[in-house]
């Protein structure tokens, strides 16, 4: 049985596994940076640690997350190459943490998903697309996420 956080993006519902999530906090405010990543908002600190705050519906492709009173803002852990780093991903709004059997998953197939996307889950009448965190970012952006995280 697996546990994600359930979130809200731009009109879809995506899911992250409770083991990546830190925390939940109320939308933060960054301090703006110059990037060729359009979904990198700025950095913002959480306890001591500098950090991207990244608009989740733009990293996706979707519309830019409009900050309103229910946004909300997730601390991830990401696993990638070299090893662990945080980032803050903006939401609309937070949802629910949903237990998923393992015959409850649909894979798709490779040819018709991103990689970042692990499986679907029927919640409801939603379709919750869950995220593989550390298949979010390529290495070319973790390469650009830790030269502005730098400067």
Excluded: W
């Amino acid at each position: 049985m697996n546990a994600y956080l359930t979130y809200e993006a731009s009109g879809n519902v995506f899911g992250l596994p409770v083991e990546n999530v830190v925390e939940i906090m109320e939308y933060m405010t960054p301090d703006s940076q110059s990037t060729n990543l359009s979904y990198l908002l700025g950095l913002v600190e959480y306890r001591g640690e500098v950090m991207p705050l990244i608009d989740c519906g733009q990293k996706f492709g979707l519309s830019a997350i409009e900050v309103k009173e229910q946004t909300c803002t997730i601390i991830v852990t990401v696993n990638k190459g070299d090893g662990q780093f945080k980032v803050a991903l903006v939401v609309d709004k937070v949802s629910d943490v949903m237990t998923v059997e393992e015959e409850e998953k649909q894979y798709l197939e490779t040819l018709y998903k991103p990689g970042y996307i692990g499986c679907t889950v029927k919640s409801g009448d939603a379709l919750v697309l869950v995220l593989d965190v550390d298949k979010v970012f390529s290495d070319t952006e973790i390469v650009e996420l830790k030269r502005v995280m730098s400067e």
